[in-house]
């Protein structure tokens, strides 16, 4: 048995392995232009947690019996309602639920047949049959942000509604991911409902910001950033930085380090300013000043710092 995640779904085969030996296999044992197990003994079963695409066609989620029938240049692989029968001598056409066309591929000697999952993306894989010196691929795809998003309004008719991070948690997914603004909307203001904080609200600004509405961001924005601590305040201008926004990046850090020059990590802010001008040497004693206060876990990381700005390296970059 093999089981792979693709995205939340999970695929698992389930076969036995014939061993290839000295005898011919293709053409032979596995005779060309019939249904054949692909594996040995009962039905080789292929089972999808979720609704799934092979090579481009729809498959409901499910259990199906795997059937391939080969030919010298052509495989048809073929996924069966039925997959409780042994082998496939009793396959029956009338029970396909999906078949797929695909080209074999020479591939190094297994012995052993065997299943892999090669390839692996957020969103598919191909599932190859390797046996002798032949490896038969298919891709499988699967939707899911179309299923993170399904999965999410269960979610939060469950226990996660009454929370403010349930909401939180999937407005940030949906804005992340660039998928239904106006749902990511609605989020942040049903967690904003259950509690105001930093968080929905700097939520609530980045939904507003890629939905384009740059005035109410703003505002968004600023109600977050007085109700933030000094270091919600300082990794939120890193944030900026990591969507490319300096510019209001380093106004936060100026105000962070006024409000609150007694914080390690506003000097390191100040650096990163200094840094931005041009200015190495204050840029470099500013991170000395946050090198003495920082705690010993980030330590390591400022002293880093500290040696690349002595080098005149930029590290807003």
Partial sequence: MLTQRIGITDVTISYHRPLAGSRKIWGGVVPYGQPWRAGANENTTIQFTDPVLVEGKPLDRGTYGLHMIPTADEWTVIFSKNSTSWGSFTYDPKEDALRVNVKPQPAEFHDALTYDFDQLKPDSAVVSLR????????????????????????????????????????????????????????????????????????????????????????????????????????????????QNRQDEAFAIFRTNAKKYPDQWFVHSGLARVYCAQGDFSNAAKEMKVALASAPDAQKSYVEGLVKRLESKDDINK
């Fill in 131 to 242: 046996w002798e010196k032949l490896a038969v691929p298919f891709n499988v795809s699967v939707k899911v942000n179309d299923m993170v998003e399904a999965s999410l309004h269960n979610q939060l008719r469950g226990l996660a509604q009454y929370t403010w991070f349930g909401w939180d948690d999937a407005a940030n997914y949906l804005v992340d991911n660039k998928m239904n603004l106006e749902e990511a909307l609605k989020y942040t203001d049903k967690s904003i409902e259950n509690e105001e904080r930093f968080d929905n609200l700097a939520t609530k600004s980045k939904v507003l910001a890629a939905m384009g509405h740059k005035d109410e961001a703003a505002a968004a924005q600023n109600k977050a950033l007085e109700k933030a601590s000094p270091l919600q305040i300082h990794m939120f201008a890193r944030g900026l930085q990591g």
